[in-house]
């Protein structure tokens, strides 16, 4: 394989200039990896050798993810440090970025190698698990799995760190977060990025975790803060019915 189809220099070199990137960088090296992916698979579709395509693209599928996953955390986290209804677009437009991200992924497999329906699979449920795909892509890609395949259960959502912290899914400070989630994030699509901050740590770690004071004294000022910034932009925190969608 010669040095014009070496899909791993071609894919690694913009990975890592992406992992290095500063915060305010997010967009475009999330940007520069998508358009990057498309020429990945290209080169192995092209120069791979057919028994060694499954083992590419499930590299290209990992490494992406893990990169996305950082990324998009990294957004939310600075976000959340001074947390106000005004300073989301910033957080929305590098998280919208790492999202189309994965949907360049996604969209490319699907036309380079029409076949690979299980790498495909993995990457939808990948987009699906960890939040990084649009609201009105979300009744679609879990309609393809339940087609593909019968046995997958879609994740459930809910206030998993909040709950734990507090005590209680129904207190005046989950209540404000559930009323900002709904009312306010979850009518755009990107808006569910901060939605995702308290899906963050899956309901297993804080089943094992979320009653040790540890980690309660870790979440818990984050949160305090985010809840009184929000008090005081106008979010109450008064009783709350979740929002049917």
């Excluded at 309609?143 to 734990?164: E, F, I, K, M, R």
């Excluded at 804080?206 to 949160?223: A, D, I, M, S, Y």
Aim: hydrophobic share 35%; with cysteine.
């Amino acid at each position: 394989m010669g040095c014009c189809s070496n899909w791993e220099a071609a894919f690694f070199q913009v990975y890592f200039q992406a992992c290095q990137c500063k915060i305010a960088e997010i967009g475009s090296a999330a940007v520069s990896l998508g358009n990057c992916i498309r020429s990945t698979c290209r080169l192995i579709a092209e120069h791979e050798a057919p028994a060694n395509i499954d083992k590419a693209l499930n590299t290209v599928v990992d490494y992406t993810f893990d990169i996305a996953t950082t990324m998009y955390f990294t957004a939310i986290e600075e976000y959340t440090k001074h947390v106000s209804i005004n300073t989301a677009s910033v957080m929305n437009e590098r998280c919208a970025a790492v999202i189309q991200m994965t949907k360049t992924l996604e969209d490319t497999v699907q036309t380079v190698f029409p076949g690979k329906s299980a790498i495909l699979n993995k990457i939808k449920k990948l987009r699906l698990e960890k939040d990084l795909c649009a609201k009105d892509e979300v009744s679609t890609i879990k309609a393809d799995l339940s087609s593909s395949d019968p046995s997958y259960t879609p994740p459930q959502s809910g206030c998993y760190v909040a709950t734990a912290v507090y005590g209680s899914y129904d207190c005046p400070e989950v209540w404000t977060l559930r009323r900002f989630r709904d009312e306010t994030l979850a009518e755009t699509w990107y808006g569910r990025a901060f939605i995702h901050f308290y899906y963050a740590i899956s309901p297993s770690l804080v089943k094992w975790l979320g009653e040790t004071q540890w980690f309660r004294n870790l979440w818990k000022p984050k949160l305090d803060r985010m809840v009184q910034r929000l008090n005081e932009d106008g979010i109450p925190n008064t009783p709350y019915h979740d929002r049917q969608w």
